[in-house]
């Protein structure tokens, strides 16, 4: 699984770069004009960037839940009450 790791998805984009690059120089010229190849590779990478966002922003969103449920730990704990809140790490 990609999720979170992007020196993979960083070489991974980085070969299929080269891939598409080298199957649009084996079209012949006549070819590349009614090629769908561009608007596939745009495609992909679109679709890619969108699920990259969306995985920062569920990210970001289990952080925000994490620090909150640590803030109420840790307030209950000053307090000298136990907390049915647990933050593992």
Do not use: F, N
């Not at 070819?31 to 990259?52: G, H, N, V």
């Not at 995985?55 to 909150?68: D, F, G, K, P, Y």
Request: hydrophobic content about 45%; glycine content about 4%.
């Amino acid at each position: 699984m990609l999720a979170g790791d992007h020196a993979r998805a960083g070489q991974l984009v980085q070969e299929y770069s080269e891939a598409l690059q080298a199957l649009w120089l084996a079209l012949p010229e006549g070819d590349r004009a009614s090629s769908d190849i561009p608007r596939q590779a745009c495609e992909l990478l679109a679709w890619a960037r969108e699920m990259t966002l969306v995985q920062r922003a569920l990210t970001s969103q289990h952080l925000a839940i994490v620090e909150t449920a640590s803030r109420y730990k840790a307030a209950a704990a000053a307090q000298g009450q136990s907390s049915a809140i647990e933050v593992h790490a």
